[in-house]
């Protein structure tokens, strides 16, 4: 069975930091491309960044570029979202995923999800 299990959200102030964690049983983050999504309140769900298989390519949304880094440990099935410079419009459930088929940027393309952490940026 594939689970990805998101961690690390919290409440943080404007302009600090956070780091999440997204879990995967087996060897499916040594396998696929893993992405980022993020879905805020009455609002589409957004995607973040995606890494490839070994880490050597990633791509950002633009609301993030410059802010967000995305890496991965595949000894350890994890991939990491390091969150910067964080703004109030930062807020939401940030999910992970795996294994897109076709366009990364499309949340419909990914097979596998997370069931997301929260976010919370206050001003």
């Known amino acids: 069975q594939v689970q990805l299990v998101e961690s690390g959200g919290g409440l943080v102030q404007a302009g600090g930091s956070l780091r999440l964690s997204c879990a995967a049983s087996?060897?499916?983050?040594?396998?696929?491309?893993m992405g980022w999504f993020r879905q805020a309140p009455g609002k589409e769900r957004e995607f973040v960044g995606v890494i490839g298989m070994s880490g050597g390519t990633v791509y950002y949304g633009d609301s993030v570029k410059g802010r967000f880094t995305i890496s991965r440990d595949n000894a350890k099935n994890t991939v990491f979202l390091q969150m910067n410079s964080l703004k109030p419009e930062d807020t939401a459930v940030y999910y992970c995923?795996?294994?897109?088929?076709?366009?990364?940027?499309?949340?419909?393309?990914?097979?596998?999800w997370g069931r997301g952490t929260q976010v919370t940026v206050s001003s």
């Open positions: 087996g060897r499916i983050v040594s396998t696929y491309p």
């Open positions: 995923a795996a294994d897109p088929d076709g366009s990364y940027r499309d949340p419909e393309a990914f097979n596998y």
